[in-house]
């Protein structure tokens, strides 16, 4: 870690090198960020996630609690606003696109036209699968790439008197990045075992996976979601073929069964 830092530190002498005095704060931003992405802990990551959800919270069409769509979310999925060892939340945005993504602190967007396409099983895996991006830490990954990508952005920027414009943006475009840079493919294939294995705690089968992904696969590569590497096709024909996995998922103990099933008794929704 100090070899990489000290080489981050002479890239910042280099690009502040060629700056004008008013864009050296610009670089000099430029080579932090270079740092943080390889420096990045636990809880700084989580703080970033936050922001960022925030951010495409505002962006986007939320369902309020009373919504059909918001109301089946719900049901899905609140036993499972802490598991694993990680604390989740769960929103619909009412959207006709077929897409989810989730959070490095948790948070996992859902769209109404994803949701149309689904049923409840099928659902439940994609909701495993961006849980499962969520336990692996393939999030923080990104993080960190983004956080060199806006590094070099920033240096750029120093360099044609762009400052204002980026610094405005900077928010929005780290967002964007982290939401459509693909994950490799050992990282959707470990997503996609979690899925599976999310789906076998619950007393299913991998069948909802299956057909969760063809669906995905007719839909075309318009989205995050679908654009993935490899393809959605793909990944299904493997799950056929092998669903194996190497570390199980952990089911909801009786109690905390027991405590949702009495909170979905409660005649007010959650959130209200």
Same mark, same amino acid.
């Given at each position: ?63 309020? *609690? ?20 990680? *604390? ?90 982290? !939401? ?67 570390? *199980? !998922? ?23």
């Amino acid at each position: 870690m100090g070899r990489t830092v000290l080489c981050f530190s002479l890239i910042l002498f280099l690009l502040t090198a060629g700056c004008e005095d008013t864009d050296i704060g610009l670089a000099t931003q430029a080579g932090m960020d270079a740092v943080r992405a390889v420096s990045l802990d636990d809880a700084e990551v989580r703080r970033t996630a936050v922001a960022l959800a925030q951010q495409f919270d505002l962006k986007n069409t939320v369902a309020p *609690p009373a919504n059909p769509y918001a109301r089946r979310l719900q049901r899905l999925t609140r036993v499972y606003r802490e598991f694993d060892g990680h *604390p989740f939340n769960f929103k619909v945005y009412l959207s006709p696109e077929a897409n989810a993504f989730a959070m490095a602190d948790g948070s996992i967007r859902i769209s109404s036209g994803l949701m149309d396409m689904l049923d409840d099983g099928e659902l439940l895996f994609v909701i495993g699968h961006e849980m499962g991006h969520v336990v692996e830490k393939h999030i923080k990954k990104k993080i960190m790439l983004a956080y060199a990508g806006r590094a070099v952005r920033k240096a750029v920027a120093a360099q044609q008197g762009e400052a204002g414009v980026i610094a405005r943006s900077a928010l929005g475009a780290l967002a964007e990045t982290l !939401v459509n840079a693909q994950f490799s493919q050992q990282e959707e294939r470990a997503a996609d075992d979690y899925g599976v294995r999310f789906l076998e705690a619950k007393g299913l089968g991998v069948a909802p996976a299956i057909s969760a992904l063809t669906k995905l696969a007719a839909t075309g590569n318009d989205h995050s979601l679908l654009s993935s590497h490899p393809a959605p096709e793909v990944r299904a024909t493997r799950l056929r073929e092998n669903v194996s996995g190497s570390r *199980p !998922v952990a089911k909801p103990s009786l109690l905390r069964r027991v405590v949702v099933w009495l909170q979905g008794l409660w005649p007010f929704e959650e959130g209200k």
